[in-house]
């Protein structure tokens, strides 16, 4: 035996030299010794103690909030996996802050900014598989969070027994109660925003009841229309959509038909041609007229001009897109649809200002960092997060902790990472600058991007010639919006991620996040927190005065 491995240890030195898995730095520091230098002189031990006295003191110091939330306001950032919000971070040190302790000339470093969402005390982990997916998608893990109950993939709404796009297999599931039927059955004023479409699989689980995430309108729904109602007349119609006090987000086409679409209503500022989304009505219902009829004191918007005259309103509905609202790159300054933060803004002015002593739930999503990981273009998936991270600070600011559970988490994760061994000055969004040639160059002599994906269409674009493999060449430019980052499986559409993500929480009962939870969990929490729902009756609630 002795022999056998002696003999086989040559092949296993010549296929793989675990020496050569962490390459040593080399001595010309030509290119990044200057900078590394600099931080030599900064971050000194002394800097690290200092660094860990402040930790410390926020550690022994930190107490726990056991009053009862008076506003519960939730935070889903869509596709935003833990590796997500680490690269946004040195994005926004690098490109959004102006710390000169840390600057060397032009180069910024920003591994040692933070998120804002970052600060706050209290963070766990979610364990986001449903019950047939270890990969997720939105609608089985954002039923988890609303729920308190995971479920099948692709569904909405109903325990564990729906299957997939079998609208029959209802007759046989039990329909869940959400985070928003509680706070209604309370009392509380209720709203919820999203960038993406309001019928989408993220808001769509607080309200809707469905075998398919995809049944937004019923011309979606094929010959098992009639039997489950499609999601936007859900929102329409049932509890607890219909009751819900303010509504803002795209998608429009699923509530109107086309006929029925004014070509002269230019306040819209829609642009047909490039938001286009086939899916109208089959029934030829203008639900948006169907809404007014409903509520005749309430508003409905088409763009951001009435966010500032919204409390006489009874109930507030803003569709301001035809599909998706735009990302956050794509934003002008004269542009009439409003960003998630100004949403975030009018929304908690508004219900605030209705609630009084009943307190309110609310649920934002940035569901255009789920996006722009599916089209691989890792740049503006960070830029969609500092879009979010503006709407949280926002709330937080306007909301403080005392009174309100904010919480910040994901749905699921991507694929993308952060590798290479680059230096703390490289630009996030470009390519790695190590130490020496080979800490700069893959195998076929070529520079490689520090963000990269595990599968999408950055494979699909290479290309090969005689009989060599030819990459994507890395961005030209810092932070190319559009640029297709690399990716080791060919697929047309990056795929989720089944790691776990992050949760974030301040305020009344966060401290309850304290390890790795099942996602369903964040329910349970947001619930015992406000004493409502399930958790209205424990002994903690009972003892406390009914709310208002």
Not at 350 to 357: M, R, S
């Amino acid at each position: 035996m002795r022999w056998f491995l002696l003999g086989a240890l040559p092949l296993l030195v010549a296929s793989h030299n675990i020496d050569d898995d962490h390459p040593t730095p080399s001595k010309d520091r030509s290119k990044s010794g200057s900078e590394h230098y600099f931080l030599a002189d900064v971050e000194t031990t002394e800097y690290w103690y200092a660094n860990a006295e402040e930790e410390l003191n926020k550690a022994i110091n930190k107490k726990e909030n056991n009053a009862r939330a008076k506003n519960i306001v939730i935070f889903v950032g869509d596709g935003m996996s833990i590796a997500t919000v680490n690269a946004a971070r040195i994005y926004k040190g690098q490109f959004l802050l102006n710390n000169t302790d840390h600057t060397f000339g032009d180069l910024h470093e920003g591994n040692s900014a933070d998120i804002y969402w970052e600060t706050f005390p209290n963070l766990g982990h979610s364990k986001t598989y449903s019950i047939n997916y270890m990969v997720p998608d939105s609608a089985a893990t954002a039923t988890a969070i609303f729920s308190g109950a995971k479920t099948e993939g692709y569904t909405l709404g109903y325990d564990s027994h729906i299957r997939w796009d079998d609208a029959s297999s209802a007759e046989v599931s039990q329909p869940l109660e959400t985070i928003l039927d509680w706070a209604q059955q309370a009392g509380m004023k209720t709203g919820f925003i999203s960038n993406t479409r309001v019928t989408h699989a993220t808001p769509g689980a607080l309200y809707a009841k469905t075998a398919n995430r995809n049944w937004e309108c019923d011309s979606k729904m094929g010959d098992q229309e009639g039997i489950i109602k499609d999601i936007a007349v859900q929102l329409i119609e049932d509890s607890p959509g219909k009751d819900t006090d303010l509504v803002f987000g795209g998608g429009l086409a699923a509530f109107v038909n086309y006929d029925l679409v004014d070509p002269d209503e230019v306040e819209r500022d829609f642009n047909y041609a490039n938001n286009y989304w086939n899916c109208h009505r089959n029934d030829d219902r203008n639900l948006v007229d169907e809404w007014k009829l409903l509520y005749p004191n309430g508003a409905f918007l088409t763009n951001k001009t009435g966010l500032g005259d919204l409390m006489e309103a009874e109930k507030v509905f803003g569709l301001f897109t035809w599909s998706y609202m735009p990302y956050e790159d794509q934003y002008e300054p004269d542009y009439e649809v409003p960003t998630l933060e100004e949403m975030t803004r009018a929304a908690i002015d508004y219900l605030q200002n209705k609630a009084g002593d009943d307190g309110f739930f609310l649920m934002v999503e940035g569901g255009k960092i789920d996006h722009a990981h599916h089209s691989s273009h890792a740049t503006r998936a960070l830029s969609e997060t500092i879009g979010m991270e503006k709407a949280v600070q926002a709330a937080h600011e306007m909301l403080g902790d005392e009174e309100t559970l904010i919480i910040v988490t994901a749905d699921h994760a991507h694929t993308m990472t952060i590798g290479g061994y680059t230096g703390r000055f490289s630009d996030i969004t470009m390519e790695v600058h190590g130490d020496g040639y080979e800490a700069d160059h893959a195998a076929d002599h070529e520079a490689f991007n520090i963000l990269s994906y595990g599968n999408g269409a950055g494979f699909m674009k290479m290309n090969v010639t005689d009989g060599e493999i030819v990459r994507l060449a890395s961005p030209e430019t810092s932070r190319e919006y559009e640029y297709t980052q690399s990716s080791g499986i060919p697929l047309g559409s990056e795929t989720h991620g089944g790691d776990d993500v992050g949760i974030w929480a301040t305020g009344p009962m966060s401290h309850l996040f304290h390890g790795t939870h099942q996602q369903s969990y964040i329910a349970h929490v947001m619930a015992y927190s406000a004493c409502i729902g399930p958790h209205a009756n424990k002994e903690r609630c009972t003892a406390m005065s009914k709310r208002g």
